[in-house]
T-cell receptor, first 115, second 114 residues
Framework: AQKVTQAQTEISVVEKEDVTLDCVYE???????LFWYKQPPSGELVFLIRRNSFDEQNEISGRYSWNFQKSTSSFNFTITASQVVDSAVYFCALSEPYNFNKFYFGSGTKLNVKP | DAGITQSPRHKVTETGTPVTLRCHQTENHRYMYWYRQDPGHGLRLIHYSYGVKDTDKGEVSDGYSVSRSKTEDFLLTLESATSSQTSVYFC?????????????FGPGTRLTVL
């Protein structure tokens, strides 16, 4: 069965610290996608990144970077030099593209960045 | 931004009353989904649709029904609301991989059942 685990319920850091959000997934599919979404205090869900199961290259986008390791079934998200605006709940999700594109979400990690 | 609207955005109702939430999209995406978001659970799939009149259950479908009579509209109905259905409900859409397969989310509906 598909499952996504975000073991960190809440993390607090001081501005400019680096922080890594962990995501571990389970699936029997060989083709799948992994996602990160951000939910700021305003409540909307914002897409951050998509990674397919055949592409293990790490990705960097400004202060954000993602580390995908199939060997450990992990897709971790690092924010470098955190800012107060990064305060949000972050969700990791796994999709089944050949099963109606259903998504499985982790329970989320709440990130508090203090000035 | 993907064209997804949800109505109402907030609703307070009493136990035992029927409630219908509406999701409307202007993207002509094939797939539509209803989730509920509760503390400690993330987003859980209630029902989804893979075409007009084609729907199926998700992991938390008890007490909910859906209908999709047009591509652009996906309705979620609570036949007899209970306090355990107090939650934030999100609608999402996806083109199923024709471009990028991520799901795009509506703004959410906060439902309180007293």
């Amino acid at each position: 069965a598909q499952k996504v685990t975000q073991a960190q319920t809440e993390i607090s850091v001081v501005e400019k610290e680096d922080v890594t959000l962990d995501c571990v997934y389970e699936t029997r599919d060989t083709t799948y996608y992994l996602f990160w979404y951000k939910q700021p205090p305003s409540g909307e869900l914002v897409f951050l990144i998509r990674r397919n199961s055949f592409d293990e290259q790490n990705e960097i986008s400004g202060r954000y970077s993602w580390n995908f390791q199939k060997s450990t079934s992990s897709f971790n998200f690092t924010i470098t030099a955190s800012q107060v605006v990064d305060s949000a709940v972050y969700f990791c999700a796994l999709s089944e593209p050949y099963n109606f594109n259903k998504f499985y979400f982790g329970s989320g990690t709440k990130l508090n960045v203090k000035p | 931004d993907a064209g997804i609207t949800q109505s109402p955005r907030h609703k307070v109702t009493e136990t035992g009353t029927p409630v219908t939430l509406r999701c409307h999209q202007t993207e002509n995406h094939r797939y539509m989904y209803w989730y509920r978001q509760d503390p400690g659970h993330g987003l859980r799939l209630i029902h989804y649709s893979y075409g007009v009149k084609d729907t199926d259950k998700g992991e938390v479908s008890d007490g909910y029904s859906v209908s999709r009579s047009k591509t652009e509209d996906f309705l979620l109905t609570l036949e007899s609301a209970t306090s355990s259905q107090t939650s934030v409900y999100f609608c999402a859409i996806s083109d199923g991989g024709r471009t990028y397969n991520e799901q795009f989310f509506g703004p959410g509906t906060r439902l309180t059942v007293l």
